[in-house]
């Protein structure tokens, strides 16, 4: 961002005002202003997102024929801060067969679980791991979304993993369920430039 020698007057660096840097020189109010403008238009020209959803890879169908729980995780990542914060969820739970289906059934008896790294879980009964029902955290229509008032912090590279298992056992062989699971990640950096925190 500062010219080359060649246009800056031979080897001596210019004044602050010629040396093509943006903004006013530091100590100035205006300058961090600046700045942090030229290092969002930076980001932004790059086609950097500061918050994205993550897909869960796609769940096995859940029968009692077959298995009743399975587990698939995502990769935290980053479009340039260490850590990232977990702002909302999505769950649903798609039928396959007749029964339940259109009654929300699938839903009130698959549960999930979310884990961070393996060491913390999000849904507990204080004492131990309590799952949750998509019932329980997705059936606001108006708000399908899961938004966490105080969004945890996520580190880069770590993994985090869901756990659904259909716990009703009276569902005939040939019905299954499949789960879909996203959630919102924003950059931690901007997450507290977004609300002062």
């Given at each position: ?6 246009h ?19 100590g ?9 403008e ?5 980001a932004?020209?790059r ?7 993550f ?9 009692n024929?077959s ?26 739970v ?19 679980q979310?884990?961070?790294?393996g ?12 799952p ?17 008032s ?6 880069v590279?770590?993994?985090?993993a869901?756990?659904?298992t ?16 996203a959630?919102?990640l924003?950059d931690?950096?901007v997450?507290?430039?977004l609300?002062?925190?």
């Open positions: 961002m500062v010219r080359p020698p060649l800056a007057g031979g080897g001596v660096g210019d004044p602050f005002g010629n040396s093509g840097a943006p903004g006013m020189p530091p100035d109010e205006s300058a961090q202003r600046e700045h942090d030229a290092v969002q238009q930076f932004l020209a086609g950097r997102f500061f918050e994205r959803v897909v869960f890879p796609v769940f096995a169908i859940l029968t024929a298995t009743n729980q399975d587990t698939q995780s995502i990769d935290i990542k980053s479009n340039g801060d260490s850590f990232v914060r977990l702002v909302a969820m999505r769950g649903v798609n039928t396959y067969g007749t029964f339940g289906a259109g009654n929300n059934f699938e839903a009130r008896n698959t549960f999930f979310l884990q961070a790294d060491l913390e879980d999000f849904t507990t009964s204080g004492k131990t791991v309590q949750i029902s998509f019932d329980a955290a997705f059936s606001e229509n108006a708000a399908p979304w899961l938004w966490l105080a969004p945890p912090i996520l580190r590279g770590e993994t985090l869901a756990i659904v259909m716990v009703n056992a009276q569902i005939p062989d040939e019905v299954g369920w499949q789960a879909q699971f959630v919102r924003v931690d950096n997450w507290c430039e609300y002062g925190t």
